[in-house]
């Protein structure tokens, strides 16, 4: 099963996975960062989800050896779904790690000191924005991720799909006020308890539903 945990920059996704990581509470968990070995220069949209879908094919080969995958990103459900391979999962669950923006500003000023220019931070703000708006909505401009996209992505998969569908899941873990232990108990219990739904077949996107997408 892949665990997506998306979210803009300083949402506390860092914060999580070092926090799951040193407490060992999820067993056969690979917690990833998906931006773990660099990001190139002038890499955009379509570059984040073709690596996107590479993350996808090492969760399928590690589910292969019953381990799921915890992956910390700032994709978001939607071009998860539209991975060619996210088919071949046996289940998939997303959340939204979000902060207030003064909160977030603050923990970037913190981390990287004045390097960010006020067009950097306001895209930052506006991603995150973004992100609130599509875990609500499936149909929350969608253009944003789709428009110049990798041209192998799938986004009939989901596209169609409603606010009200059972499968668009995304509850948010608001970190504004949360202390970074806080934080990792509350991602190990959502894991926990999207797998426990997942093993008794009353997840929505499980292995059945994924598999199903492209005959829909």
């Known amino acids: 099963m892949l665990f997506l945990l998306a979210g803009s920059a300083a949402s506390g996704k860092t914060t999580a996975l070092e926090g799951l990581r040193r407490s060992g509470a999820v067993d056969g968990l690979a917690a990833r960062d998906s931006d773990e070995a660099g990001v190139p220069a002038g890499a955009g949209t379509a570059w984040r ?3 996107l ?6 969760a399928v ?3 292969g050896e019953g381990v799921d995958v915890l992956l910390a990103g700032q994709s978001p459900l939607g071009e998860l779904l539209a991975c060619p391979s996210a088919v071949l999962l046996e289940g998939v669950a997303a959340w939204l790690l979000d902060a207030e923006d003064d909160v977030r500003l603050a923990r970037l000023a913190r ?6 220019s006020d ?3 306001e895209a930052f703000t506006g991603w995150a924005s973004w ?3 599509h ?8 253009e944003v991720v789709t428009a110049a996209g990798w041209p192998s992505m799938r986004w009939q998969r989901w596209t169609g799909w409603t606010a009200d569908d059972p499968r668009w899941r995304v509850p948010v873990v608001d970190t504004t006020r949360l ?15 999207a797998r426990a739904a997942a093993s008794a077949g009353r997840w929505p996107l499980g292995a059945a539903a994924l598999s199903a997408l492209d005959r829909s």
Not at 53 to 58: I, K, N, S, T
Not at 179 to 193: D, G, K
């Open 131 to 133: 992100h609130r708006d």
């Open 111 to 116: 981390r990287d000191g004045s390097r960010w």
């Open 135 to 142: 875990a609500r909505d499936p149909g929350a401009r969608q």
């Open 179 to 193: 202390a970074p232990e806080a934080v990792a108990a509350q991602v190990a219990h959502e894991v926990l308890a």
């Open 61 to 63: 080969d590690r589910q």
């Open 53 to 58: 879908e590479e993350w996808v094919r090492y």
């Open 119 to 121: 067009a950097e931070l």
């Open 49 to 51: 989800q073709q690596r």
